[in-house]
């Protein structure tokens, strides 16, 4: 009897290792995980309370996230401990518009404003509190979320992200939200499983597109909430190519994936992982005793779900000094992103390429492995004239037609390549989309001015001022179409500086400022990474690729590149012969002398030398030995 008991609890006890061996595989690879083995998440029941700590079923108020989550976890050092909390009011040439500071004159955006017009991509920490639920529910209602945030009702927001998932109805106007009960069990709590990691499309929500389901991707080009995607052509997604909805160039040859780790179900918190989660947590080598090699210490899993870090590791910004990120990245006890050495073995691979250590000091893996962006990425941006009351002139590249039109022929572009400088001192070749803002500044402090100024400059209403139009109408039509939207004579210019100059501004001129956003997503393998020695080692050399940086240039102002960024802009800034400014990297400023492509002058004539003197030496000793040999 024993014995069959025995036999019972071991069948039993190996089940469990095995149950326990499949939640340690899908913890450590993120939510996605392998696809057939996902389990449901193993998220408690849970009270939805409200900002006094009542159950919302009670109080019928909105929900709070610091008082539901904070009824386990310590929701304030989550908030605080939060990169995303951080883009609150900044400003960007892309989005424009900024908070105002305190005492300011010249009156902007207040806070609130702000959130109402570019609160799309921040998830709280200020007037509206951080919302857990848009990364931690499968299916967030993003645009009811989005509503709430433009018609300026807060105190809404987070719940109205429930939308969908049968806690939470409109109400019967139409203007608010109610709970429903019937969404809830018999205790008033929401049902185990309902929080679960974050998915890819929830980082989507706001970085960029995200396409996991088998429909043929289809988007418009350059669109401003497709953040990354905007900036750099970036798409995640394990859909073929030639599988999906776009008008890619040569489309039926491009069997390969836009991104091989989305198509090898590796998610973004399978890379972006929280800076103290046990399962990667290392102690700072300024702590760590200095005898070990290897120390097994980890940091306590209780701890880590009371608080767990939502500073993420992410790869160096391209906007902030390496010293800043260093210092970011210290304070949570951790020295960078995994880099894609940690993951993949070169030793055991890459046979074709010769000299590996050489190749792999100067180059980043995305260099070869990224040859290629398919969609497009936006070129520049010109804020000097309006398209519309809100809206800059904006330039993409890699598209042939008109932005937002899915039948224009995509080309996509091949990324600039230049040194990054990365956090180990090292400089290596990593590619790039370089964007170009074009603004208004004015005063002593180069402040941009206010887009309500320019609307009163360009605008009478909704439509252009008569004025606007026979300054810019080229074809004399009494219409402004795309083309003509330019400040391309002095004439122009002045005209515009003259208005601004009426509205109180002092000495307005134009700025250009040229942005790089690295490129490290849709990353290719096999038959399509650059394989071949004559990419890099020729004349017209692939490290040395001129890219377009602008078509046009407003009041012809060139454009200076942003001071703190970790790319090494050492090339030449120029124009071609159609006055387009473009940009050629140099690899030998850049420290890099590539065989097939760089000469050095005293190298060249000592070779030259070293031939010539061989000559004449071998010529000399073999004129001797034939005068010798008829003298004697």
């Keep these: 009897m024993n014995f069959r008991f025995w036999i019972l609890d071991f069948g039993?006890?190996?089940?469990?290792?095995?149950?326990?061996?499949?939640?340690?595989?899908?913890?450590?690879?993120?939510?996605?995980?392998?696809?057939?083995?996902?389990?449901?998440?193993?998220?408690?029941?849970?009270?939805?309370?409200?900002?006094?700590?009542?159950?919302?079923?009670?109080?019928?108020?909105?929900?709070?996230?610091?008082?539901?989550?904070?009824?386990?976890?310590?929701?304030?050092?989550?908030?605080?401990?939060?990169?995303?909390?951080?883009?609150?009011?900044?400003?960007?040439?892309?989005?424009?518009?900024?908070?105002?500071?305190?005492?300011?004159?010249?009156?902007?955006?207040?806070?609130?404003?702000?959130?109402?017009?570019?609160?799309?991509?921040?998830?709280?920490?200020?007037?509206?509190?951080?919302?857990?639920?848009?990364?931690?529910?499968?299916?967030?209602?993003?645009?009811?979320?989005?509503?709430?945030?433009?018609?300026?009702?807060?105190?809404?927001?987070?719940?109205?992200?429930?939308?969908?998932?049968?806690?939470?109805?409109?109400?019967?106007?139409?203007?608010?939200?109610?709970?429903?009960?019937?969404?809830?069990?018999?205790?008033?709590?929401?049902?185990?499983?309902?929080?679960?990691?974050?998915?890819?499309?929830n980082c989507g929500l706001c970085h960029g597109i995200v396409h996991t389901t088998p429909d043929p991707l289809i988007t418009t080009a350059c669109q401003i909430d497709e953040w990354s995607t905007l900036t750099s052509g970036q798409i995640f997604s394990p859909q073929r190519l030639k599988d999906s909805g776009l008008n890619l160039v040569g489309k039926e040859e491009l069997s390969q994936g836009w991104d091989i780790h989305a198509q090898r179900l590796v998610n973004c918190v399978g890379c972006h992982y929280s800076t103290n989660n046990p399962i990667y947590y290392q102690e700072s080598p300024s702590s760590r005793p200095g005898h070990l090699k290897f120390d097994s210490r980890r940091r306590d899993i209780n701890e880590y779900l009371y608080r767990p870090s939502h500073e993420f590791v992410k790869g160096q910004s391209m906007l902030i000094s390496s010293a800043v990120i260093t210092k970011i990245i210290r304070n949570d006890q951790l020295e960078s992103m995994r880099r894609c050495e940690s993951c993949h073995s070169v030793e055991l691979t890459h046979d074709w390429l010769p000299y590996k250590e050489r190749h792999?000091?100067?180059?980043?893996?995305?260099?070869?492995?990224?040859?290629?962006?398919?969609?497009?990425?936006?070129?520049?941006?010109?804020?000097?004239?309006?398209?519309?009351?809100?809206?800059?002139?904006?330039?993409?590249?890699?598209v042939e037609g008109t932005n937002g039109d899915p039948t224009a022929r995509i080309t996509g572009y091949e990324p600039l390549l230049l040194p990054c400088q990365e956090i180990n001192g090292c400089n290596r070749l990593t590619p790039y989309n370089l964007l170009t803002a074009w603004f208004w500044v004015y005063g002593n402090s180069d402040r941009p001015v206010r887009l309500q100024d320019l609307q009163a400059v360009y605008f009478d209403g909704q439509a252009y001022r008569p004025e606007i139009v026979t300054l810019l109408d080229n074809n004399g039509d009494g219409k402004l179409n795309e083309v003509e939207l330019k400040l391309d004579t002095p004439a122009k210019v002045e005209a515009i500086k003259t208005k601004l100059v009426a509205l109180g501004l002092e000495n307005p001129y134009i700025r250009g400022e040229i942005q790089p956003y690295g490129v490290h997503h849709d990353v290719t393998n096999s038959e399509w990474v650059t394989q071949k020695c004559e990419a890099c080692h020729r004349e017209n050399s692939r490290l040395t690729q001129p890219l377009l940086v602008a078509s046009y240039r407003p009041s012809g102002v060139m454009p200076e590149f942003v001071k703190k960024t970790t790319a090494q802009l050492n090339g030449q800034l120029y124009l071609d012969e159609q006055g387009q400014v473009m940009y050629r990297p140099s690899s030998q400023a850049a420290g890099l002398y590539v065989l097939g492509h760089d000469s050095n002058f005293w190298a060249n004539w000592l070779g030259i030398l070293a031939v010539v003197g061989t000559m004449l030496g071998v010529s000399v000793h073999g004129g001797l030995r034939i005068w010798a040999a008829r003298q004697f």
């Design 12 to 201: 039993l006890r190996k089940t469990l290792w095995v149950l326990m061996g499949i939640a340690m595989i899908m913890v450590t690879f993120g939510s996605a995980g392998v696809a057939w083995a996902q389990t449901p998440s193993l998220h408690p029941t849970f009270a939805m309370l409200d900002e006094n700590g009542l159950n919302v079923l009670e109080s019928g108020e909105a929900v709070s996230t610091m008082k539901t989550c904070g009824a386990c976890h310590d929701t304030a050092y989550i908030e605080s401990h939060s990169s995303h909390t951080n883009t609150f009011g900044k400003w960007n040439p892309l989005t424009y518009r900024y908070v105002t500071p305190q005492g300011d004159a010249k009156f902007d955006l207040s806070a609130t404003d702000w959130l109402q017009l570019l609160g799309e991509r921040y998830v709280g920490g200020k007037i509206v509190e951080l919302n857990c639920f848009l990364c931690h529910t499968a299916q967030p209602d993003n645009q009811a979320r989005l509503t709430e945030l433009k018609t300026g009702n807060f105190h809404w927001v987070n719940t109205a992200v429930l939308s969908g998932t049968g806690l939470v109805i409109p109400t019967k106007s139409g203007k608010g939200w109610q709970w429903n009960p019937q969404g809830f069990d018999e205790k008033g709590q929401v049902a185990t499983g309902f929080v679960k990691a974050p998915s890819d499309e």
């Design 360 to 398: 792999l000091n100067a180059l980043s893996c995305e260099t070869c492995h990224i040859p290629k962006i398919y969609a497009p990425a936006a070129q520049q941006v010109d804020w000097t004239v309006l398209t519309s009351p809100h809206t800059p002139h904006l330039i993409c590249r890699g």
